[in-house]
C-alpha cells in the first residue's frame, strides 16, 4: 500500500483492513462478492491483531509498538528480522552487567545497539551489539560515537560463551 513514496506501516493496515470489512458489510442488499471480500478483510485484520498479541507477549509492548507504527525497509534490498530477545538481555545483564558499556552509567534502561546495522548487512552477533544507554544509544545513531570506538570497546570485553542460545 503506496501512495506518492509513502507506504503504511502494520497498524495502519489494520485500520484499512476495518473500514473496508465495515464498509462492505453494511451495504444494503450487497452481492456475496461484496460480503466476501469484506470477510476476507475481517480475517486480514484480525491476523495483523493477533500477530500483534503474540509479539507483545513474546517481545514486549515496546517491540509491538515498534513493529505496529513502522515500514519495512524491504525497499533497501534487506528483510529485517528481530534481535534474538535472549541474545539483547544476555549482551545488557551479562556482559555489560547492568553499565552502559559506553559512558559507564548504570541508571539507566540499557539498549542493545548495532554497531554495524542490519541495513549494512550488520549480524545478530555479540561481537556486533553493544549495551548503550539511551542517550548514548541515540548519539551513536547519528553518527557522533565512531563505530570503531564501539568496536574496541567490544573487542576489549573479556567474551565469555554466550549462553543466550
Known amino acids: ?35 466476501f471480500i469484506g470477510f476476507l478483510a475481517l480475517v486480514g485484520a484480525l491476523g495483523v491483531s493477533g500477530y500483534a498479541f503474540f509479539l507483545a507477549k513474546s517481545e514486549g509492548t515496546k517491540d509491538t509498538v515498534n513493529w505496529l507504527t513502522t515500514i519495512k525497509e524491504s525497499d533497501k534490498g534487506y528483510s529485517r528480522s528481530r534481535t534474538p530477545k535472549k541474545l539483547k538481555e544476555w549482551i545488557k545483564e551479562r556482559r555489560a552487567n547492568g553499565k552502559c558499556e559506553y559512558c559507564g552509567q548504570s541508571n539507566y534502561t ?31 545513531d547519528r553518527g557522533e560515537i565512531p563505530k570503531s570506538e564501539l568496536m574496541k570497546i567490544v573487542e576489549n570485553k573479556k567474551e565469555e560463551k554466550p549462553k543466550w542460545e
Open 110 to 140: 540499557l539498549e542493545a545497539h548495532h554497531i554495524l546495522p542490519k541495513s549494512e548487512d550488520g549480524a545478530d552477533d555479540p561481537r556486533n551489539l553493544i549495551a548503550l544507554c539511551p542517550n548514548c544509544h541515540s548519539r551513536a
Open 1 to 35: 500500500m503506496e501512495e506518492d513514496g509513502q507506504k503504511l506501516p502494520p497498524a495502519g493496515i489494520f485500520v484499512v483492513l476495518i473500514i473496508v470489512a465495515f464498509a462492505l458489510f453494511t451495504i444494503p442488499n450487497s452481492s456475496p462478492l461484496l460480503r
